[in-house]
Every structure is written in structure tokens, then in C-alpha cells.
């Protein structure tokens, strides 16, 4: 967010990835993030060390937010974990945060909610970005991971237990035509950073270590990224053409540091998503990128806290 639009109300966000935890002070109703911090997560220390790091983060940024005198109305904590509706952690897939009273700790500091990181960054585009103008909508993040939730009348679905988000995370199983093999491939395993990494490494001789070193490769022309990007752009236009076709959305809306890079691997997407919706009158649905950004997850978060306060 480019100006301070002067709000009357702030939040504190936390998103709490498995590399790094990012927190900002942020604005209603404008989403502007006047101050961020970022500190590396290091999750192999467990999870009570990663929990300490993280309200230290938000006690600073509490501090901050005093001396500036701001009306702060609590804490919002995005986690790539699943989150039921009452707030706690039920999965520990990338932090060693589930069982532990992770909310409740954040709560002694100031009112809190702990949520999943794609909810917080689909509640971010439904209030301010590329999903304001839709009444439903689907938002998809792409980066170490994959998920998705669909956004009703501005409010992610978060579904019976919170687990509405799990896109990519089991097989898909089949049988080879050809050869008769049990086939069960996972869609984050072929198409998130780290499965472009893990691919385009075994297929040439460069030794790249993020997904957008090997996005960067594939629009120099190199073979082997050309067809390890079209392909993982294809295989995730396969799930999100079929989540249109089960949930029948105005549009969708991509985020996520791979999801939103553009180049071969949007324009792979966004074919295959097409050419996977069955009905003609959605198959020219809008697709837009997320509009918030690398501030999407900890917007997102602080945005949680300003909807519990019906803002």
C-alpha cells in the first residue's frame, strides 16, 4: 500500500511461515502496512522456541504501535497449518504448534485469533484487493505450498472443522493406461517451489534452490525449466479448473510467491484452468493475481481480527 489514507483503526499481523515470520502493523480500512519486521522462523528448534520468537515479534510491535499512539485492537496470526473454528491448531505439517495453546498466548497480550494462512490471505483480497468487487470467489496460493478456500460475500468457507483448504495435499490415484501402474500423484509434490526445485534438478545440471530460480531458468529458454513450469502449470490448472466446476465461482483469485510470479507458469495456468472447466459460460471467468502481494499473509491476519470486529 503505497499512502497512509489516515485510518482510524489498527491491527497487529503475524504470518507465520516455515521460513520466516513476518508482522506489520496494519490499517482498516485502507490495508496499509505502516511498519514491518521480519525474523527467521527456524522451526527445527521446535515449536515452544518458534511460539517465544513470535510473541516477542508481537510484543514489539505492540510497543511500536504505543509510541505512535494507535488504536490497536488486537493480534491476527496466520499460520500454513490447519485451524479449526475455534482457533486451534490441528495439523503440524510445517510448525510443531498443534496441541499447544498457541491463541491463548497470543490472547494474554492483547485480543487474538490464530487462523490459516490461505483463509487470511483470501480474507486480505476479499476487503482489500483483488477479490473486493466478487460476491464468491476462489483463492488459490502457490508457493511452498498449495491450497485454497472459496469467499462468500467476503468471508473465507472455512467449513465443519476448518480443514476447507486442502487442495493439494492428497494423491490422486489411477492406473497407467499404458503399463498398467498404480498411479497416485500429489498436486503439491509436482507444481509448489520446492517440486519445481526438486524436478528441474533432476533433469539438468544447474542446482537451483528456489521455484523461481527455476521460472527465471525456463524464461531464458532453458529445456529442462521450459518443461518442468509448463507442466506444473498445467497440473494446477487441472484442480482449479475442477474447484470451478464443483463450486462455480465469478472468478478466481491467485496468490503466493509462485502463484502470482506471472511468466510461463501463470500462462500455463491459466490455459489449463480453462481448457478443465466443463461449462462454456464459466470457462472465461476472471483469473487475477493476488493484489496484496508478500504483505498478504500478516494483511490478512490483522484483517481477521478487524471482521471479528465487524469492520
Known amino acids: 500500500m503505497a ?42 528448534r521446535g515449536g515452544k522456541a518458534v511460539l517465544c520468537d513470535t510473541l516477542a515479534l508481537a510484543e514489539g510491535m505492540m510497543e511500536e504501535a504505543g509510541k505512535r499512539n494507535l488504536d490497536l485492537l488486537g493480534i491476527g496470526v496466520g499460520v500454513p497449518e490447519l485451524v479449526d473454528p475455534e482457533g486451534k491448531i490441528t495439523s503440524s505439517h510445517s510448525l510443531d504448534w498443534q496441541g499447544m495453546s498457541v491463541q491463548r498466548e497470543f490472547f494474554r497480550l492483547a485480543p487474538a485469533i490464530v487462523e490459516s494462512d490461505v483463509r487470511a490471505g483470501a480474507l486480505a483480497e476479499a476487503m482489500y484487493g483483488a477479490g473486493r468487487e466478487y460476491r464468491l470467489f476462489v483463492y488459490v496460493t502457490v508457493g511452498t505450498g498449495i491450497s485454497s478456500t472459496l469467499v462468500q460475500d467476503g468471508r473465507p468457507f472455512m467449513g465443519a472443522r476448518g480443514n ?6 492428497s ?7 499404458a503399463c498398467g501402474k498404480a498411479l497416485s500423484p500429489i ?18 545440471s544447474g542446482a537451483a534452490r528456489m521455484g523461481e530460480d527455476v521460472t527465471a531458468a525456463a524464461a531464458q529458454g532453458d ?13 494446477l490448472g487441472n484442480s482449479v479448473g475442477f474447484l470451478v466446476n464443483v463450486m462455480d465461482p465469478e472468478a478466481i483469485v491467485v496468490g503466493g510467491g509462485l502463484g502470482s510470479s506471472g511468466g510461463q507458469y501463470w500462462d500455463s495456468f491459466v490455459a489449463s484452468t480453462r481448457a478443465h472447466i466443463w461449462a462454456e459460460n464459466s470457462r472465461g471467468l476472471p483469473i487475477h493475481p493476488a493484489a496484496m502481494g508478500a504483505d498478504s499473509g500478516l494483511i490478512g491476519a490483522a484483517a481477521s481480527i478487524f471482521e471479528r470486529a465487524g469492520l
Not at 509434490?189 to 533432476?202: C, D, I, K, T
Not at 529445456?223 to 497440473?235: D, F, K, L, P
Open 164 to 169: 476447507a483448504l486442502v487442495m493439494a495435499s
Open 223 to 235: 529445456e529442462a525449466a521450459v518443461r518442468v513450469v509448463s507442466s506444473a502449470g498445467e497440473a
Open 171 to 177: 494423491p490422486f490415484t489411477g492406473e497407467c493406461d
Open 3 to 44: 499512502e497512509n489514507p489516515d485510518p482510524a483503526v489498527w491491527a497487529i499481523g503475524l504470518d507465520v511461515g516455515g521460513t520466516k515470520i513476518a508482522a506489520g502493523l496494519v490499517a482498516h480500512p485502507s490495508g496499509y502496512v505502516l511498519s514491518r519486521r521480519t525474523i527467521p522462523t527456524s522451526p527445527q
Open 187 to 204: 498436486l503439491e509434490e509436482f507444481a509448489s517451489g520446492p517440486a519445481l526445485v526438486e524436478r528441474y534438478n533432476q533433469y539438468s
